[in-house]
């Protein structure tokens, strides 16, 4: 059972270059995130999708797109890279439905440090 | 928006002593959750909590959710080296409820452990 698998783990862009992060899970989870990872600034959430099909705006979503065709899949896009675009991505999925139970626990891919010169 | 304030952001201890991070919300929060970030690794979810004044442990970690649910507690208890990694509290105030489960992830704790 692999859980949440991010592809690539390591890129380097140059300014302006468009790039796809692709998060794949196969815990049949309903929800996804993208975060981004800054040093201090813990975890700030990009975009999510609560379901095969949707996607909606999270803290930080200037210059990125994503696309949730498939329930399995998410992907991050950065349509024209910039120097402030260099972090670490991370994707995470959750089964999630309101409530506290078990379904709220997010589960995160190992991330994709991406470097844009 | 919405902020999940985290102190300290960093400590450093000896092996063996205890370690306290603290979470502070401004606004009441329908629950809290603890995730562990090893270096270089990705965070991995430790324990939520969801009453008021609930308290739970995991061998040497005591959590702890305060009365009024805008503050939230980890304490280790005698540290090792393998604590060793970056804490970070998550919230989900109770507007962000319904269907989306959203997550505030406060700025994290990192923890260094000298053996």
């Known amino acids: 059972n692999a859980g949440v698998t991010q592809t690539p783990k390591f890129r380097v862009l140059k300014t302006g270059q468009s790039m796809t992060l692709l998060c794949a899970q196969d815990m049949n989870h309903e929800y996804m995130y993208w975060y981004r990872q800054d040093p201090g600034m813990g975890l700030r959430l990009i975009h999510y999708s609560v379901g095969e099909g949707t996607t909606a705006k999270g803290e930080v979503p200037d210059g990125y797109n994503v696309s949730r065709l498939k329930k399995q899949n998410f992907l991050l896009g950065l349509e024209s890279a910039a120097p402030s675009q260099t972090s670490v991505y991370f994707c995470?999925?959750?089964?999630?439905?309101?409530?506290?139970?078990?379904?709220?626990?997010?589960?995160f891919g190992a991330g994709t440090r991406l470097s844009v010169l | 928006g919405q902020q999940v304030m985290q102190i300290p952001q960093y400590q450093h201890v000896q092996e063996g002593e205890d370690f306290t991070t603290y979470c502070n919300s401004s606004t009441t929060l329908s629950n809290i959750q603890w995730y562990k970030q090893r270096p270089g690794g990705h965070p991995v979810f430790l324990i939520q909590?969801?009453?008021?004044?609930e308290v739970k442990k995991q061998k040497r970690l005591t959590f702890q959710f305060g009365e009024a649910k805008k503050n939230s507690s980890l304490h280790i208890t005698a540290t090792q080296t393998t604590d060793v990694g970056t804490y970070f509290c998550a919230a989900r105030p109770p507007f962000y409820g319904g269907a989306t489960n959203k997550l505030i992830f406060g700025t994290g704790t990192l923890l260094a452990v000298q053996p």
């Open positions: 909590l969801v009453k008021s004044g």
């Open positions: 995470a999925s959750s089964a999630g439905t309101s409530g506290v139970g078990a379904k709220n626990i997010q589960y």
